[in-house]
């Protein structure tokens, strides 16, 4: 069964706290993707991996950091640094034509 | 800059077409992309359509684009309420391969 999960689906924390979202796909893409959405808000990119061991700083990376050590891999660390982490975070991986395909997403609570 | 923009919401009778419309900013743009999210779900890939192509028809979905005017539209045969959703359209990144994503429009399908 192909496809990209991500894990837990909910996930809550105490403010403070560091929390590591997960992310595998099986699909062999290289280039791999992490958006933050907000309620009745569109998607904002966070990081994006385009090899395995690089990764780039999309529009919203502060409090934010990712590691690339396998291709099937894309993990984001929401450091305690992130004023406002509570979201849904979706990881996405690219294709052959640039079309991104999304996971089902982590819906992150922190209080 | 780069930006694209839909208008947020749409209603419509079941068995009517909806027609979601969107511009974008970058004439560069190779390819662009329709998505459907369901609550709480990840995005799902609808279609594409490359920049050299005018219409694209799959099944009861039909993307219309219009170069000079920077306009992508989705219509939608035949809506079932299984239809309602978050729709968003999406850009190539002329200099990058990042897709730039509209805000999304909230279609409501009355029965």
């Known amino acids: 069964d192909g496809g990209i999960t991500q894990s837990p689906k909910y996930l809550f924390r105490k403010e403070g706290q560091n929390v590591t979202l997960s992310c595998e796909q099986n699909?062999?893409?290289?280039?791999m993707y992490w958006y933050r959405q907000d309620p009745g808000q569109g998607l904002r990119l966070i990081y994006y991996?385009?090899?395995?061991?690089?990764?780039q700083k999309g529009d919203i990376a502060e409090g934010y950091s990712v590691s690339r050590e396998k291709k099937e891999s894309f993990p984001l660390t929401v450091t305690s640094a992130q004023k406002n982490p509570t979201a849904f975070y979706l990881c996405?991986?690219?294709?052959?034509?640039?079309?991104?395909?999304f996971g089902p997403g982590t819906r992150l609570t922190v209080t | 800059g780069e930006d694209v923009e839909q208008s947020l919401f749409l209603s419509v009778r079941e068995g009517d077409s909806s027609v979601i419309n969107c511009t974008y900013t970058?004439?560069?743009?190779?390819?662009l992309y329709w998505y459907k999210q369901e609550p709480g779900a990840g995005l799902q890939l609808l279609t594409y359509?490359?920049?050299?192509?005018d219409m694209k028809q799959d099944q009861r979905l039909t993307v219309l684009l219009n170069k000079k005017d920077k306009h992508l539209s989705l219509r939608i045969a035949d809506t079932q309420t299984g239809d309602s959703a978050i729709y968003f359209c999406?850009?190539?990144?002329?200099?990058?391969?990042?897709?730039?994503f509209g805000t999304g429009t909230l279609l409501a399908v009355q029965p």
């Open positions: 991996s385009q090899i395995v061991n690089d990764f």
């Open positions: 970058d004439s560069s743009s190779t390819y």
């Open positions: 999406a850009e190539m990144g002329g200099a990058t391969n990042k897709l730039i």
């Open positions: 699909l062999n893409h290289d280039a």
């Open positions: 996405a991986t690219s294709g052959l034509r640039y079309e991104q395909y």
């Open positions: 359509i490359f920049s050299n192509m």
